[in-house]
């Protein structure tokens, strides 16, 4: 007689235990959907960071579940928390690095030290952000090879971006003759700078001697441009300056070395050397 009750009383614990796994389980989905949406809402939102933080929440919110499930089934659930707990303490100094990228990347995404589409230097190595993760960011040569960089490396380190100020300046040097007119050159370098419509007006164009070198006077030319405009005319503004220079009659020197010789009326080398010649053919 007391053998139904036993069954009847286990079946509805092991429901129960079902129905608290269940709900659970329900629950976590409908949190974890609801924190990735909200933190979606917010300015400058990141979906990978959104997602991140939904899933922790998920996670806890199932362990809670499941723990709970077993606490119903009257598991003692102190050895299991302890064991979870040296495992993840475990687990953390194992994979001590990948956490500590993960921290960073979460400070990288928060923060923007920069985005999708900036030219940054990271870690020394320069290239333009295609994707910011977890653990790594991904980024793109100039000569198109991807570069994957640890964001623990990136936001413990340097980092240069290219992008952020909108606007960069260019400079870059040319040699002139020391036969030419410092003043005149100077005047071709800016005015034929200021004529490229990528160029700032304001601030001007400027040119300055910079150095004094073995075979020509080093004249610096700086200008201001829009940063996508940066990497084209520094590769556009040689040749028509150099035409500009060539119209002027101002000289780009090729590197040349001056070689002295000297008459010497007296050596006694060499008189030694011709009575030393004069015995031999005695």
């Keep these: 007689m007391t053998v139904a009750p036993t069954i009847m009383s286990k079946a509805l614990v092991f429901v129960l235990a079902f129905l608290v796994l269940v709900s659970g389980r329900w629950l976590a989905n409908h949190i974890g959907r609801n924190v990735e949406n909200l933190l979606n809402k917010a300015p400058n939102a990141d979906p990978t960071l959104s997602r991140f933080f939904a899933s922790i929440a998920k996670f806890v919110l199932l362990f809670a579940a499941i723990m709970g499930a077993l606490a119903v089934l009257g598991v003692n659930t102190s050895g299991i ?14 994979l001590k ?36 993760e977890i653990l790594a960011t991904r980024m793109k040569t100039r000569n198109n090879i991807e570069i994957i960089v640890g964001n623990g490396k990136a936001w413990g380190g340097v980092i240069r971006n290219h992008t952020t100020m909108g606007k960069r300046r260019l400079d870059k040097v040319f040699g002139m003759s020391y036969d030419a007119d410092i003043d005149l050159a100077i005047q071709v370098l800016t005015t034929t700078a200021a004529k490229d ?54 000289g780009i020197p090729y590197p040349h070395e001056v070689v002295i010789k000297q008459q010497v009326k007296s050596s006694k080398a060499r008189d030694r050397l011709k009575r030393l010649a004069a015995l031999r053919n005695a």
């Design 197 to 250: 419509p990528r160029v700032y007006q304001d601030p001007p164009p400027w040119a300055k001697v910079v150095k004094l070198n073995d075979s020509s006077v080093d004249i610096e030319l700086r200008v201001w441009c829009d940063y996508n405009d940066h990497r084209a005319i520094k590769m556009d503004i040689s040749q028509p300056i150099k035409q500009a220079l060539d119209a002027a009659g101002i």
């Design 81 to 94: 928390s302890g064991m979870v707990l040296g495992f993840g303490a475990a687990l953390a100094f194992i």
């Design 97 to 132: 690095d990948a956490l500590s990228d993960v921290a960073a990347g979460v400070m990288l995404m928060i923060f923007r030290p920069y985005n999708v589409g900036d030219e940054v230097e990271i870690a020394g190595i320069k290239g333009v952000v295609q994707s910011i």
